[in-house]
């Protein structure tokens, strides 16, 4: 069974870094792009980025990109998503979702983590 | 980089009725579209890929339609648990952005 298991609530104050985390079972998550969607409060799905685990290589979107890092570490089957300086502003649920197809990048989200609930305050 | 619109943002139907969403994409996608359910307090799933292919164990009353800029998903009959905010999604390159969602209450 597919599985991607994120890291649980955390609470922050602006300035503070931060990175969370996605474990993934049930299939060969070298080869499978993983991908990394904000939603803030009350509002939609928003794109960051993906990697695909088995060589590093990253896309950002414009939005995202030099805001956060996302990496990833095949050897314990877990990508990371980190801040280097959080905002009141990256107040927001966070989730990891793995492309449909292997090794495919121009794919849609088949299996999503559970989500990440990051609070940012003072 | 591509905008995704989608119409309307909510809609509110009856048990039974069909309903339409349509998504806009700002340039030609080919059929690089996807659409998600999010009920409340839960986790996006998908429900149809390459603009028209139903993801497995996705009910047959949804269905979508389109290519290039234009795209569509059907409730054929709608259901109380279809309750939820619907996304499109363009996939084909970076970034692969979601339309700002369209909630459907029953």
């Known amino acids: 069974e597919v599985q991607l298991v994120q890291s649980g609530a955390e609470v922050k104050k602006p300035g503070e870094s931060l990175k969370i985390s996605c474990k993934g079972s049930g299939y060969s998550f070298s080869n499978y792009w993983i991908g990394w969607v904000r939603q803030m409060p009350g509002k939609g799905l928003e794109w960051m980025g993906i990697i695909y685990p088995g060589d590093s290589d990253t896309r950002y979107s414009p939005s995202f990109h030099g805001q956060v890092t996302i990496s990833a570490d095949k050897s314990i089957s877990t990508a990371y998503l980190q801040w280097s300086s959080l905002k009141a502003s990256d107040t927001a649920i966070y989730y990891c979702?793995?492309?449909?197809?292997?090794?495919?990048?121009?794919?849609?989200?088949?299996?999503w983590g559970q989500g990440t609930l990051v609070t940012v305050s003072s | 980089d591509i905008q995704m619109t989608q119409s309307p943002s909510s809609l509110s139907a009856s048990v039974g009725d069909r309903v339409t969403i349509t998504c806009r994409a700002s340039?030609?996608?080919?059929?690089?579209l996807a659409w998600y359910q999010q009920k409340p307090g839960k986790v996006p799933k998908l429900l149809i890929y390459a603009a028209s292919t139903l993801q497995s164990g996705v009910p047959s009353r949804f269905s979508g339609s389109g290519s290039g800029t234009d795209f569509t998903l059907t409730i054929s009959s709608l259901q109380p648990e279809d309750v939820a905010t619907y996304y499109c999604q363009k996939y084909n390159s970076a970034p692969r952005t979601f339309g700002q969602g369209t909630k459907v209450e029953v």
């Open positions: 979702a793995r492309s449909r197809i292997v090794e495919a990048s121009d794919q849609p989200f088949d299996y």
């Open positions: 340039q030609g996608i080919s059929n690089y």
